[in-house]
């Protein structure tokens, strides 16, 4: 009765839906052949690509949630804004199939979920054969970068990087407010106008710890000359030691303690990327640091990819994950893709031998 039930829900949801293609996609492995993703376009007041909901019915699970969520527009955290991009793994633009625009942090916004599944598989691939990054830490440290940077040392400044919007006249005027500021930019603006980044040094000071008194002379030992010239120097009279000055308040004069050493800035965001490593390898048998055992050497996908793949959408988008079918279907297009790449080197190759 459940499977009924939901089935009922998801087409109810599908036709009160706006947009509603009247023509179904042919071949859901192609999606370049469907009516839907040919009318998908980017708005930008909205920040969502506007077949988004449609996408989701078919492309998200749990399909209750999905359907519900679309039906009454909810927002966070239940449908967050890569859902509403179609890009269940919050992939920044590199050009890639489907790729309608980007939102004001760099994600893209994909005529489809399924041009958004090919590229996660893509970009898995050149991370695991082209980066050499086989663990799940290794991924994610690149994948979803902590925001921030911490470099100490006694008595110096903690020097924090912090990722702003380098050369706009906002991050000037911020790093003009700072007390003890020393502002210096890390990168220029990228082609295309793309922003750079802005470092800057934070008057962060470290505690300063003094020396007690009974420490003094554990450190080098005097040399026997200066010994012997102090011996036979005559001794100096001895004079009592003035009265120590009463306080004036009535104040505790117990010393305070001193500051606890600052905390690292990124902690927290290194917890994020610890936890996302260990979803990635829940179920596997594996550690963060392991091999995920993704591809083989010439990139063909193992079983390992639609495991990680389904872990890591879900930590993408939180309540939500991409469907199995969807993933499956990407790696299936990707393996095909290798296979036809395979074959037009032969090609190539026998071509040229024949010349």
Avoid at 85 to 97: E, F, G, Q, T, V
Avoid at 174 to 183: D, F
Wanted: include cysteine; charged fraction near 25%; proline fraction near 8%.
């Amino acid at each position: 009765m459940v499977p009924h039930t939901l089935v009922a829900l998801v087409l109810a949801g599908r036709a009160m839906l706006p947009g509603s293609p009247d023509i179904p996609a042919e071949d859901p492995s192609r999606p370049e052949e469907s009516g839907q993703v040919a009318a998908a376009r980017y708005e930008a007041a909205a920040r969502e690509v506007s077949n988004w909901r449609l996408e989701a019915l078919d492309a998200l699970e749990p399909k209750p949630v999905v359907a519900l969520a679309a039906l009454v527009n909810a927002g966070k955290p239940v449908v967050t804004r890569c859902v509403r991009l179609n890009n269940y793994w919050c992939i920044k633009s590199a050009r890639w199939n489907g790729e309608l625009a980007t939102d004001s942090e760099g994600h893209v916004g994909f005529a489809s979920a399924a041009y958004g599944a090919e590229a996660a598989a893509t970009l898995l691939r050149r991370y695991y054969l082209d980066f050499n990054r086989k663990s799940a830490l290794d991924i994610v440290r690149r994948w979803a970068p902590a925001e921030c940077n911490i470099a100490t040392s006694i008595g110096g400044a903690a020097v924090i990087a912090v990722k702003g919007i380098g050369g706009t006249l906002r991050a000037r005027y911020l790093a003009s407010k700072r007390r003890g500021k020393a502002v210096r930019y890390t990168a220029k603006a990228g082609p295309g106008g793309k922003p750079g980044r802005v470092s800057m040094v934070l008057p962060a000071r470290t505690p300063q710890y003094r020396v007690p008194d009974i420490a003094a002379g554990m450190g080098e030992k005097k040399s026997r000359s200066a010994s012997s010239s102090a011996a036979s120097a005559p001794a100096r009279p001895v004079r009592a030691p003035k009265p120590a000055a009463r306080p004036t308040t009535t104040a505790s004069t117990t010393p305070k303690p001193a500051p606890p050493p600052a905390a690292t800035a990124c902690a927290p965001d290194e917890r994020r990327l610890r936890n996302y490593a260990a979803r990635m390898v829940a179920g596997l048998d594996l550690g963060p640091t392991d091999d995920l055992r993704l591809f083989e050497a010439d990139g063909t996908p193992l079983p390992n990819l639609s495991h990680v793949m389904l872990a890591m959408s879900g930590f993408e988008l939180g309540m939500l994950r991409a469907d199995p079918e969807l993933v499956d279907r990407a790696i299936r297009r990707a393996t095909l893709k290798i296979r036809a790449g395979k074959a037009d080197l032969a090609r190539d190759g026998a071509a040229s031998a024949t010349r």
